[in-house]
């Protein structure tokens, strides 16, 4: 029995750091991941361009799926050419962007803080700020913490509590601060 090849995709995102190429191919109803790779972005100086990333992991992601990608002029091939060259359909993301701003709010720095910064490593993030009620560095008031807040302007707060049917006093404590912190701030400047 012969695979019938039905779409074969060019997906590329281009991120802050990296830009990203993959090759997804369609046989029997099935969509595949065939090869992927990835190269360097272009977007910030000196290139300032994203089509160099572009064109940088394409070239690099056609040498590992041993399939023509790009035409002498660096073009995509975006009609298939015998011999499984080219292809159907191609889709291009941006991801560049600044790092969301964050703080991070939890009860305890060595269990909920980290498990903050975890979370917010996942994603392209700036902590700006970060709170626990057992930081022994940290003797702010809640009048000063919640200046912090409102000075550091983060996109996104993060509130971690403790473990389920743990405390929830002080949890409760951290989220009205952060409730009277955001409204005594500015609209135009809230999360």
């Known amino acids: 029995m012969t695979a019938n090849y039905g779409k074969t995709i ?3 995102d281009c991120g802050s750091t990296t830009t990203r190429a993959v ?3 369609c046989a029997n109803d099935v969509y595949r991941l065939r090869a992927q790779a990835q190269a360097f972005s272009t977007a ?48 291009i993301t941006l991801s560049a962007a600044n790092p969301l701003k964050v703080a991070l ?16 490593a996942t994603i392209y993030t700036d902590p700006v700020c970060r709170f626990s009620l057992d930081d ?20 996104l707060i993060l509130l971690v509590g ?3 049917g743990g405390a929830e006093a002080p949890v409760l404590d951290m989220a009205r601060m952060i409730s009277l912190a955001l409204h005594t701030m500015p609209a135009s400047t809230r999360p």
Do not use: C, W, Y
């Open 10 to 12: 060019l997906a590329v």
């Open 23 to 25: 090759l997804i191919e």
């Open 44 to 91: 910030a100086p000196p290139h300032n361009d994203i089509t160099h990333g572009i064109i940088n992991a394409i070239d690099l992601l056609q040498k590992q799926a041993n399939r023509s990608l790009l035409d002498q002029n660096s073009e995509p091939l975006l009609s298939p050419l015998p011999a499984g060259h080219g292809v159907q359909a191609m889709v």
């Open 105 to 120: 709010v939890g009860l305890m720095n060595s269990v909920s803080l980290r498990a903050a910064r975890q979370a917010a």
């Open 136 to 155: 022994e560095h940290d003797s702010q008031s809640f009048e000063a913490r919640m200046a912090v807040l409102q000075q550091r302007a983060a996109d």
């Open 162 to 164: 403790g473990i389920d």
